[in-house]
């Protein structure tokens, strides 16, 4: 796992630290087997660990840093899911489902604060053919 993390670090430009913290927790939830809403609770935490630093910010710099954490999310993700896949690992079926899981939740919390951001409904944050751009009234 040391070498999907370098990997997805160097791709991606994230702070190794942050990457670091984010595997050792979500081992954590693994093993103590936690419920979802302590899943939730974590995944909402790291969103807006993420955001935190932005929310005095406009509206587009909030979706840019949100759909540039997605992006990383899903490079480190896709590159934990292939890992499991070379190795032939009897639980990549579980990852699996639990990536996709995360993934969509991920997305929903990033659109959420931008929504919140804007002081507008989730639906007009999101263009249908397009990515999250704020629409002006």
Excluded at 16 to 36: E, T, W
Excluded at 58 to 79: A, D, H, R
């Amino acid at each position: 796992m040391q070498q999907v993390q370098e990997q997805a670090g160097w791709v991606s430009g994230c702070d190794s630290l942050m990457v670091h913290h984010i595997h050792n927790a979500f081992k954590d939830n693994l093993q103590k087997m936690a419920p979802m809403e302590e899943w939730a609770e974590w995944l909402e935490s790291i969103v807006d660990q993420i955001l935190a630093k932005y929310h005095d910010k406009p509206v587009q710099v909030i979706s840019e840093v949100g759909k540039q954490f997605l992006l990383n999310w899903s490079c480190y993700t896709s590159m934990l899911i292939r890992d499991l896949t070379l190795r032939s690992a009897g639980s990549f079926g579980s990852f699996h489902l639990i990536r996709l899981l995360t993934d969509e939740y991920m997305v929903y919390l990033v659109e959420s604060r931008i929504a919140k951001a804007a002081n507008r409904a989730m639906i007009t944050i999101i263009s249908q053919v397009g990515p999250l751009v704020y629409l002006s009234n």
